[in-house]
């Protein structure tokens, strides 16, 4: 069974979606989505590397919130920064960060969450030193978003990969 379905609730979930972006559910919306939900879990199980699995389900749900929450928060001050420039001019730098990661899979997901908040880029990372260099918009306390930085999104990280 594993060896044709291996993730059955990711093929579940693809099924799912698929119906949901093309209503109405025709009988050629059913056959390409299970056609769809049971080939692209296959095929993406070979990019899964053994024995790496995600740890602390409980500390990944608080990630996703931390991310999501930031991400809405951070869209504000940017929608408010772009349509009223005059009220406070961003101030865009680059923020050298010394991480502690050292898990490809974690380091990667945090280049993902910190490229998807609204006002942040991750430019760089210097796999000898472990520095990271991100762009952030505005920072008022670099110290100060570091410090962050690293409690809501590193130090989680290293708990459900290392």
């Known amino acids: 069974m ?3 379905l291996p993730h059955p609730l990711l093929s579940l979930a693809l099924l799912g979606f698929w119906l949901l972006l093309n209503s109405p ?3 050629s919306n059913w056959l390409l989505g299970t056609v769809l939900a ?4 296959w095929l993406a199980s070979t990019l899964i ?32 920064q772009i349509m009223w420039p005059a009220a406070q001019r961003p101030a865009g730098q680059f923020v050298p960060i010394k991480l502690a990661l050292t898990n490809p ?3 990667t997901s945090l280049q993902i ?18 520095i990271a260099v991100i762009h952030v918009l505005h920072v ?9 930085f690293r ?12």
């Open 25 to 27: 559910a025709h009988l």
């Open 151 to 162: 409690r809501r999104y590193e130090q989680p990280l290293q708990r459900i990969f290392e």
């Open 140 to 148: 008022d306390d670099e110290a100060d978003f570091v410090a962050t």
């Open 113 to 130: 969450i910190t490229s998807v908040t609204p006002g942040t880029l991750w430019c760089d990372y210097d796999e000898a030193t472990g």
């Open 49 to 80: 590397p053994p024995g790496q699995r995600p740890r602390h389900l409980g500390v990944a749900v608080r990630l996703v919130w931390h991310v999501c929450m930031d991400s809405v928060t951070s869209a504000l001050v940017v929608a408010r």
């Open 38 to 41: 049971l080939v692209a879990p």
């Open 2 to 4: 594993k060896r044709w």
């Open 105 to 107: 899979y974690a380091l």
